[in-house]
């Protein structure tokens, strides 16, 4: 098996790569808070507070991206296995759930970085959910529909070929 192919590699490259650099980015951060502390015109409580938060949402987005990485590869790897057995049914799901998957890890990212930039989730949590009960109730048709079709594609009641009258 070739080196690119190997788990160890999607590792070195896809996993640890990512944290790298953003160990990379908080580390030189801290490096400019605590440098900013000599410069006698620099405010440290100024810098510290830029400082701060680009460290944690350098770290943040290290995590995200490692994440978004490792789903991927998961995702693919079960979509050849199955198109390998001829069940590409099972392989257009596992490509749905990683998709699903992915937009999980962007949300919980996204939610993060706008906890660590001072946003009240709270605030923003109770007027996305009312927003979302306003929008659920004008188009209440479309998402009963999409929600009847998701169904089918899990429970998968029909075989192609087969007549639905």
Known sequence: KPWRETRLAFLAEEVYGPLEASCALAAL????????????????AAVAGVAR???ALALLLGVTRASLNGTRRAASEA?????????????????????????VVYAAAALAALS???????????YGG??????????RQVAENALQG?????????????RIA
């Open 29 to 44: 951060g801290r490096a400019v808070e605590l440098w900013s502390v000599t410069v006698p015109w620099l405010e440290a």
């Open 53 to 55: 938060p680009a460290v």
């Open 79 to 103: 979509v050849f296995r199955l198109e390998l057995e001829g069940r590409e049914e099972q392989a257009a799901r596992v490509r749905g759930a990683g998709r699903v998957g992915a937009g």
């Open 116 to 126: 660590l930039l001072g946003v009240k989730l709270q605030s923003l949590l109770t």
């Open 130 to 139: 009312i927003g979302t009960l306003l929008v659920g109730l004008a188009g």
């Open 150 to 162: 998701l169904v089918l594609l899990l429970t998968n009641p029909f075989s192609p070929g087969e």
